[in-house]
Nanobody, 116 residues
Framework: QVQLVESGGGLVQPGGSLRLSCAAS????????MRWYRQAPGKERELVAT????????DYLDSVKGRFTVSRDNAKNTVYLQMNSLKPEDTAVYYC?????????WGQGTQVTVSS
């Protein structure tokens, strides 16, 4: 079955960096578009970045453009989110997701907290 496992979150000071990873299994990862979302407390989940199966980046959330970079390694069945120049407003649970056979699948999420 489809499984997505995020890792790499943590506590970081403003201006710092983190790299999130999402390990995928249970489907042919290299043929599916992957997405990163985030959800801050009391807010709706929002789409952060989208990367196609071939590695083309479709778009970023406006507030993260120039600071975040999405990438993938199809040989490792893993998608990444490099986050630089982090701000307190980036604090959220970050999720990776894919859409497979008419179903949306989510990982369990990884907490990112940006605070001094």
């Amino acid at each position: 079955q489809v499984q997505l496992v995020e890792s790499g979150g943590g506590l970081v000071q403003p201006g710092g960096s983190l790299r999130l990873s999402c390990a995928a299994s249970g489907f042919t990862f290299s043929t599916y578009t992957m997405r990163w979302y985030r959800q801050a407390p009391g807010k709706e989940r929002e789409l952060v970045a989208t990367i196609t199966s071939a590695g083309a980046i479709l778009d970023y959330l406006d507030s993260v453009k120039g600071r975040f970079t999405v990438s993938r390694d199809n040989a490792k069945n893993t998608v990444y989110l490099q986050m630089n120049s982090l701000k307190p407003e980036d604090t959220a649970v970050y999720y990776c997701s894919t859409y497979y056979y008419n179903n949306r699948y989510w990982g369990q999420g990884t907490q990112v907290t940006v605070s001094s």
